[in-house]
């Protein structure tokens, strides 16, 4: 029994979502309360055991720069950590983990056991209180009441959840072996929101004691000792490979043999998967030339033999995914510990909510995670952190955080939930940020460290961890605009790079500027006072925003335009369908998604630059006329 | 399909005001449907979609007959507009069309505004801009080519082209946006040099597409050929000879034409600006003196100068400087007036006639008078200023504004430098922002709106997931 029933903020859900939004409400001030079914299962790892990649490192970073969990779990439950697009430019490296899938959840537990002002109460949420159009709080299963001034829902892939493994029909369920939740997800369809389907897939999880290794390629990680977390320095566990094996023909012919007891292919789902996280069936049925197919064996952690079967999503019967199983290199007496299976589940399409991640039509209701259409831990966390604040700052009536899509990647993902929508569960890549030279995995804290503590979000020692941050890449950057050096030095390296040698002392910059040499080349011949090897982030940093400078200039310069369209502010309650001079489609999309700045306006799909154009003359006309009108009466 | 909100419904003639034995009358708007059924009261029943109904059309107030008209409905979105519409195709002539239009107006349409229905077209998705652009350019078309690169154009040939270069800009981008996204997948990525080389090929494409904006623009407005030469030298004969009709006056008093006069000509299909002007020669004369005046300015902009010398005598000095100063434009020397000379002198003048002097393209003999080498002029003409439509037909894209080519010129002019940044070992993923501003150059050309379609494609052409 919960001893006080009065909230400021309520969280509901403790997955990856659930548990940065209760720990940024509670560190914004709010006196928070979060209810799961299964204490134990809080910060679980329901997929893949890892974090990051491509874009989603980033979002780990960014959470992190924010005062949230994810980034120092990360790095104490790492067991292999790689960085991603290392033969590209820094400004679209990621870094990615893999994680023990004990250590994760467990680290998560104890830094919300650290925080003051945090309840956890087990139990499932079956309906909303209301007052009015209004949230006032929640009713637990067992009948409970407890109110809250706000009330975040992270429910993930429980609302009305049902699994399918091979042909047989559907079985309810949130996740394996756990219930899924009916009567919340029914209760808010019949508040009048709009409800869709989505369905994922897992691959089964085999015994690596059954693999055979010497067939198979090992990857090892990288040996920098990145952390995903700037102010904390957790300790990282031993490290661990992973594998690589193809499929072959064989398993070509056991999937299409077998096609139609795929739950996915029988007809049995109608929920939209993900394009990019196709089921095997998915990839033979669309790819049918392609001979091979890459399959990761990733260990589930330190303690446990078992390997996750990374690009074998699939919803076939049991004994075909063993069959297709032992088709592979390595993997010819392989045994499932864990059958593979799909799972569909309701979302609430994102359009219906704010910025802030409010639900529009029910003041004081926050959506974040799945529930809006998403996937991945790492969008569920920017989510669940920014829902979390921003209730915990309404609660408190304080102003509400919003980031920019110049500003974080989490800004990015907000902000096209919210304006395009969704078609397939959403996730992250650096192709949808139109600024990802900004969008780094090296500058989070710069980024949002300062706004973070303004609002609250960070500890007095991580300010202070902050601060020494920001200065020391100050000082890292000052040494290359400033620093000179001498042909004897220098040249030796720029032969080495394939650059013409120099004949006269020039300053670092001037050859920063040549894309044949990099920063840490000239770090290490110009004998910087800072040790390359521990800020090679920092220097990172340098490589973009110095060599390159004009492209972040040109960057930052659309990203000033984008922001004046962002003062020509627009509301609910312009009559966007009596503007005759914007296109019929650009009407129906604007009255949908109400977007509150014409730059919002800009990026909703079906509104062209020729709607928008005529768009400004129609609502300055309607203001002028209401200004008249209201004034008559 | 959710119905058409409130939009008002706007009514124009859409035929010529006055002229013909029928006028059509166009309705378009929410209410259209509506307004045909009041005014066709007489008629029980709903009128047919898309099939023409001969209807009684009456006046809204008093029920007076105004005419048997034939009246075709076309319901959205499958109309013009993309809106309700209706065509009403009356008697012609000045009072009936008007009678019905005010009938119109009395239950609720309104006059539309010039462009109006092809402006809503746009509206609605049903064309693109260049395809309204083209709408224009075949009303106001004056030569079969005008009109054949219209048609084409509004027949999406122009959007289409265009279209395509844009997909294959995207299909660079995904191949990039595979690179940078994806780098752990199946299909290793594609390699920078064969990317370099697709953005090659497309450049190159872009560069053919902008070649034809010279010809293309040119055929909407008529190639500015100002006739040249001194006083009395045959100008004007020869601007009526063009023309076929006596439009410049025409006597042997040096100077008589003293303003320019324009006509446009088709000539072998294509659009000419005939101009003719006062002679090159300076002059006290004040009013001749604006004359000359006005041929400095035509000159400034003519797409070809025709230059008449009479027949039997070397060019003068002034005319050799006249020809110096032309600066490479296109220019014909025209020896006019063979017919006063004798067989005899043409043979003394042989040499000097048939050599085009410095500066000249080409050098003619003609005599208006007598029609002889006239049909050799008219040949020249359109081979000399669009050779490249002669030869390819006006049914090819052809940028044929302004607008057009400068989208287009952008466009190319950021490919190039991400070609070239590829090349200089700059990292892809900084050399791909030239593939973003070069897309958008051609969506704004086009009007359209972008989606998502880079990811679209790289999920439709890699098997992409772990």
């Known amino acids: 029994m919960v001893a006080d029933s009065n909230y400021d903020v309520i969280v509901v859900g403790g997955g990856h979502a659930g548990s940065e939004a209760a720990a940024a409400a509670v560190r914004v001030g709010a006196k928070t309360l979060m209810i799961t079914p299964d204490l134990l299962r809080i910060g679980q790892m329901s997929c893949n055991p890892a974090i990051g990649g491509i874009a989603k490192g980033v979002v780990a970073r960014e959470v992190d720069a924010l005062g949230g969990i994810m980034g120092r779990a990360t790095d104490a439950s790492r067991i292999q950590f790689r960085m991603l697009n290392r033969s590209k430019g820094p400004a679209v490296w990621s ?65 009305r959840g049902k699994i399918h493994i091979g042909g047989e029909a559907g079985v309810g369920a949130g996740r394996v072996g756990e219930p899924p939740s009916i009567s919340l997800a029914k209760e808010l369809e019949n508040r009048g929101l709009e409800v869709s389907r989505f369905k994922t897939g897992t691959p089964p999880r085999i015994d690596g004691r059954t693999v055979d290794y010497s067939q198979i390629e090992r990857q090892d990680g990288d040996p920098e000792d990145f952390r995903f977390s700037s102010y904390t320095k957790e300790c990282v566990p031993e490290q661990r490979p992973c594998w690589i094996t193809w499929t072959g023909k064989d398993l070509l012919r056991v999937v299409k043999g077998n096609i139609n007891r795929s739950a996915v292919f029988g007809g049995e789902i109608s929920g939209l998967g993900p394009r990019y996280c196709p089921s095997i069936e998915d990839k033979v049925v669309r790819f049918p030339d392609n001979p091979r197919h890459q399959v990761f064996l990733e260990p589930e952690g330190l303690e446990t033999t078992e390997l996750y079967v990374n690009g074998l999503s699939t919803s076939l019967p049991p004994e075909v995914q063993i069959e297709l199983l032992q088709t592979i290199p390595g993997l010819e007496r392989a045994e499932i510990t864990k059958t593979g299976y799909a799972i569909e589940y309701d979302y609430f399409p994102p359009h219906q909510l704010s910025h802030t991640l409010e639900v529009r039509a029910i003041p004081n209701l926050y959506f974040a995670g799945q529930i809006n259409g998403t996937t991945g831990y790492e969008e569920a966390a920017g989510q669940g952190l920014m829902a979390g604040a921003n209730a915990g700052l309404k609660a408190l009536g304080r102003k509400p955080l919003i980031l920019e899509r110049d500003q974080a990647y989490i800004g990015v993902l907000i902000d096209d939930l919210i304006t395009k929508g969704v078609d397939e569960p959403y996730r992250l890549f650096t192709s949808r940020a139109e600024f990802r030279l900004t969008l780094r995995q090296d500058n989070t804290v710069r980024r949002l460290g300062p706004m973070a503590c303004d609002v609250g979000l960070l500890t007095q020692s991580q300010e202070v961890e902050m601060n020494n941050l920001i200065d020391r890449e100050k000082q890292i950057q000052r040494w290359f605009v400033g620093a000179t050096i001498k042909p004897s030095v220098a040249n030796p390296t720029l032969i080495k790079c394939g650059t013409s040698p120099i004949k006269e002392t020039v300053r670092i910059l001037d050859l920063l500027k040549r894309p044949e040499v990099s920063a840490e080349a000239l770090a290490i011949a110009g004998h910087a006072p800072f040790d390359p090897n521990v800020n090679w982030n920092a220097i990172a940093a340098v490589e973009v925003e110095l060599k ?3 492209y972040v200039r040109r960057e930052s310069e659309r990203a000033a335009k984008l922001r004046e369209q962002a003062t020509f502010e627009l509301d609910g309650s312009i009559p966007y369908k009596t503007f005759k001079n914007v296109s019929y489609e650009a009407r129906e999309k604007l009255s ?19 709607d928008l154009q005529n768009l400004i003359l129609e609502v300055r006309r309607w203001r002028r006329e209401s200004i008249v009108t209201s004034s008559i009466e | 399909m959710p119905k058409e909100p409130v939009t008002d419904t706007i009514v124009a003639l859409a035929t010529a005001p006055g002229l013909g034995a029928i006028a059509i009358i166009r309705l378009s708007g929410g209410q259209s449907l509506e307004i045909i059924q009041t005014l066709t009261q007489g008629h029980h029943g709903k009128i047919p979609a898309r099939s023409p109904t001969i209807l009684p059309i009456e006046e809204p107030k008093t029920g007076k007959l ?46 539309a505004e010039p462009g109006e229905f092809t402006r809503r077209a746009v509206l609605h998705g049903k064309m693109d801009l260049v395809q309204a652009e083209a709408v224009i350019d075949l009303i106001e078309g004056r030569s079969r080519a005008t009109h054949d690169s219209a048609l084409f154009q509004l027949e999406k040939g122009l959007s289409r082209r265009i279209s395509d270069l844009r997909a294959q800009i995207i299909t660079i981008e995904a191949f990039l946006v595979h690179h940078i996204d994806f780098p752990e997948e199946d299909e290793a990525p594609i390699p920078v040099g064969i990317i370099a080389e697709k953005g090659k090929t497309l450049l190159n494409d872009l560069d053919e597409l902008l070649r034809t904006a010279p010809e293309g623009e040119l055929l909407r407005e008529g190639a500015l050929t100002v006739l040249a030469g001194l006083p ?64 400095q300015r035509y000159l400034n902009h003519a797409d070809l100068v025709l230059l008449c010398v009479e027949s039997g005598r070397d060019l003068l000095e002034d005319e050799l400087h006249f020809l110096d100063k032309l600066e490479g434009r296109p220019v014909i020397v025209l020896r006019t007036k063979t017919d006063l000379h004798t067989k005899k002198d043409k043979d003394k003048n042989f040499i000097h006639t048939e050599i085009a002097p410095r500066g000249a393209d080409e050098v003619l003999q003609i005599s208006a008078l007598e029609g002889t080498g006239i049909a050799r002029l008219q040949e020249t003409l359109p081979n000399l200023i669009y050779s490249r439509l002669v030869r390819t037909g006006g049914f090819v894209p052809a940028l044929t504004r302004a607008r057009h080519s400068d989208s287009v010129r952008v466009a190319k002019n950021h490919l190039a430098e991400f070609i070239q940044e590829l090349e200089r070992v700059v990292p892809v993923e900084l050399a791909s922002t030239h593939l973003r501003s070069a897309t958008i150059a051609l969506e704004e050309l086009l009007g359209v709106v972008a989606t998502d379609e880079i990811l679209d494609q790289v999920f439709r052409d890699f098997c992409i997931g772990k």
């Open chain 2, 66 to 111: 105004l005419d048997h008209a034939m009246v075709t409905t076309f319901p959205a979105p499958k109309s013009y507009t993309g809106e309700d519409l209706v065509e009403i195709s009356s008697h012609g002539g000045w009072l009936v069309p008007a009678l019905v239009i005010e009938a119109c107006q009395a239950v609720g349409a309104r006059i």
């Open chain 2, 232 to 295: 009395n030298s045959g100008k004007s004969s020869l601007f009526n000879a063009l023309l076929g009709q006596d439009r410049a006056i025409v006597t042997k008093i040096p100077g008589t034409t003293r303003d320019a006069i324009e006509a446009t000509v088709s000539v072998g299909g294509f659009p000419f600006r005939l101009v003719d002007t006062a002679g090159i020669h300076d002059t006290e004369d004040t009013v001749e003196q604006l004359g000359i005046d006005v041929t």
């Open chain 1, 592 to 610: 949908k998604i109400s977007p509150t700045s014409l730059a919002q306006a800009s990026r909703i799909p079906g509104v062209s630059p020729a």
């Open chain 1, 548 to 550: 390159y400078e004009g």
């Open chain 1, 95 to 159: 870094p990615r983990a893999q994680c023990d899938r004990e250590l994760y959840p467990r680290s998560v537990q104890s830094v919300l056991k650290e925080l003051m002002g945090l309840t956890v109460h087990q139990g499932m949420v079956s309906g909303l209180l209301m007052a009015g159009d209004i949230i006032v709080g929640v009713r637990t299963q067992q009948g409970i009441e407890l109110f809250g001034k706000t009330v975040v829902v992270t429910a993930g892939t429980f609302l």
